[in-house]
């Protein structure tokens, strides 16, 4: 029978071995990491999970979503726990809240931790105010217990993960070093219960983005687009959250990179004429996804709206045809920016010698920010730019969020896009080493144009790349299903 659900999909099951393996898998790197220093193999790896906030000073809980890094190794949903990891046995303890009777009444029932030690599938659950108890009876070593916190830069943020606390730690050596590099890097390379999380993700996003293009027209507000969306992944796909804010961006506004913030809130209304560029992803269970669709609201594309678009299609396409182990990062950014500048150049936008442009970085100008970001508990995953690795400097390349060479079982968003922004373009025009590029006339003629970028997630391979995200991209294809064709189409659904 034909299902008459908008959705092929339902959420599938977490199997908590997907945490219980990233536990070993730090476990084994941080023995080696050990081994490699002369260090003993003694001492616990602790993490503090997040706290629940309230709305400044009112009693009005946020919904809560738990620490990224807690996330990964233990997979825990509820606010205020503990985890620690014995680096000589493999034990991993969680530590619960003692929760007050009254929770009983207002939040639901008490667990015991019997309840948590089953569910989060770890060798023991005691109390948070027994941390201090618990590790030093644990304890094998000589001295005063080790812990390892976690203490480290995020590289995008600048801001530093916050080591754990409790009464009692005076009682503990601590080493706030060594645990961040080697679990970041951990985050890094995805298991395949991992990859299958974040194809959930994928796949319900990218089923979400079909739906809002089809139902996509002049005089709606872009908050409906971001609503259908938020509807599509929560009702079908179980998703409560997103992996960041949605950005809904028509006309003009698809040249704000971000978009969609409070002081700039999807709240225009589309015009016919008007390209939109939706930049939405679900996440599932943690992992999330990061996915971007352009396409005219009107469901046809001018030649005007065509020239970019495709200019932006073909440097994705060349990305995730040229993606593989040992590739580097940094020169898929400059791939992307050629493939921009050779379609503007060939659409009489620019003029001038390719190589020459790309020296001046004239491509920074059109993209400014960097080609794709690594992608998994976080939209933008950690590890972008271990010890050893430089962050570029040039315009443009500065704003890479990781210069790595790829490796396989990576994660990594392709994500060029063109934009025409005055704040760029104006002292470009009047830059005497780059003004020379520019055809005045066309860069007025798509002056109020926005922009356009198409992004996929996709998974470096053993010998290449896999594209995790399945959306028309194709000017035809996202015609024939604006008009109501199906998706996948019908003789490639097979196969």
Not at 117 to 136: C, G, H, K
Request: hydrophobic share 35%; glycine share 8%; aromatic share 10%.
């Amino acid at each position: 029978m034909a299902s008459t659900s908008p959705s092929s999909l339902s959420p599938p099951p977490v199997p908590m071995e997907l945490h219980a393996s990233n536990r070993q898998k730090l476990l084994n790197s941080f023995r080696q990491h050990l081994s490699d220093s002369s260090r003993p193999h003694h001492g616990f790896v602790l993490l503090q999970g997040g706290e629940e906030q309230t709305r400044y000073c009112t009693d009005h809980l946020e919904l809560f979503r738990q620490e990224s890094y807690f996330a990964y190794l233990f997979g825990v949903r509820e606010p205020g726990f503990y985890g620690a990891i014995d680096v000589a046995t493999g034990k991993s303890i969680l530590f619960a809240p003692r929760l007050p009777a009254d929770y009983a009444v207002w939040m639901g029932e008490i667990k015991p931790v019997s309840y948590f030690q089953e569910r989060y599938m770890v060798s023991m659950v005691n109390y948070t105010d027994e941390i201090a108890q618990v590790l030093a009876d644990q304890y094998k070593g000589s001295g005063k217990p080790l812990l390892f916190l976690l203490h480290g830069l995020n590289t995008d943020s600048n801001n530093f993960s916050k080591p754990a606390e409790f009464e009692g730690i005076e009682k503990f050596e601590t080493d706030l070093t060594t645990l961040h590099p080697i679990l970041t890097e951990c985050r890094v390379f995805k298991s395949d219960l991992e990859l299958a999380l974040i194809q959930f993700a994928n796949d319900i996003s990218s089923e979400a983005h079909v739906e809002v293009m089809r139902k996509t027209k002049a005089g709606m507000k872009e908050y409906q687009l971001e609503s259908m969306f938020l509807h599509h992944t929560y009702m079908y796909g179980g998703c409560r959250h997103c992996s960041y804010t949605c950005i809904c961006a028509t006309g003009e506004n698809s040249s704000v990179l971000h978009y969609g913030h409070a002081a700039a809130p999807n709240d225009r209304i589309l015009e016919d004429g008007d390209m939109a560029l939706l930049d939405m992803g679900a996440e599932y269970s943690f992992y999330g996804s990061d996915i971007t669709c352009s396409f005219p609201v009107n469901g046809k594309f001018t030649s005007d709206q065509s020239l970019i678009y495709n200019a932006v299609l073909n440097a994705h396409n060349a990305v995730i045809t040229a993606m593989k182990p040992g590739i580097n990062w940094v020169d898929m950014h400059k791939l992307a920016e050629k493939v921009v500048l050779e379609s503007l150049k060939k659409g009489n936008i620019l003029v001038g010698n390719l190589d020459d442009m790309m020296v001046e970085r004239v491509g920074a100008i059109f993209m400014p920010h960097g080609l794709g970001h690594l992608l998994g508990i976080d939209t933008h995953d950690p590890g972008g730019y271990p010890k050893g690795v430089e962050r570029p400097k040039e315009p443009g390349l500065k704003s890479l969020r990781t210069a790595r060479q790829l490796h396989e079982g990576m994660v990594i968003t392709v994500e060029p896009g063109c934009y025409f922004i005055d704040a760029l373009l104006a002292p470009a025009m009047e830059n005497t080493s780059t003004s020379k590029f520019f055809n005045r006339e066309m860069v007025d003629r798509f002056k109020n144009f926005g922009g356009v970028r198409i992004e996929s997630d996709v998974l470096v391979t053993a010998n290449g790349s896999k594209n995790m995200t399945k959306v028309p991209r194709e000017t035809w294809e996202i015609e024939a299903v604006m008009a109501g064709g199906p998706w996948p189409p019908l003789n490639k659904a097979s196969g």
